[in-house]
């Protein structure tokens, strides 16, 4: 019993722990561009406007970095800033908000502005 606490209790940390996460793709531009690597902090509320890291449940195998736009229940109408150039919720349904992305770390470090 208590060996399972304490599972519980890491894996609760390691979930909350901030990740470096690299960009792929033109979708975010020109907020972030491919080969961008970005602070994902999982455990803040998402809010509209905040660039997030999301699965799609059409894809559950992929993750993406889009821009919030409506909540949706439990989960979140998310699209890539750049339109024509993104597969996101209008295409793939609504997204889970893993992580809010706070900051690009790479090649221009900087704070990641909410709309």
């Not at 793709?25 to 602070?39: E, K, N």
């Not at 109408?77 to 597969?87: E, I, V």
């Not at 893993?98 to 909410?114: K, N």
Request: net charge positive; charged share 25%.
């Amino acid at each position: 019993m208590q060996v399972r606490r304490l599972r519980a209790a890491f894996s609760a940390l390691r979930v909350r722990v901030p990740r470096r996460v690299l960009v792929r793709g033109a979708s975010m531009a020109p907020t972030l561009r491919d080969g961008d690597v970005v602070l994902a902090r999982p455990g803040r509320r998402p809010r509209p406007g905040d660039v997030a890291l999301v699965r799609w449940s059409a894809r559950p195998g992929q993750l993406s970095v889009k821009r919030l736009a409506l909540p949706d229940g439990g989960s979140w109408f998310a699209l890539g800033d750049a339109a024509l150039a993104s597969t996101d919720s209008r295409t793939l349904g609504p997204a889970e908000a893993l992580a809010v992305v706070t900051h690009r770390l790479w090649p221009h470090p900087g704070r990641i502005v909410r709309r």
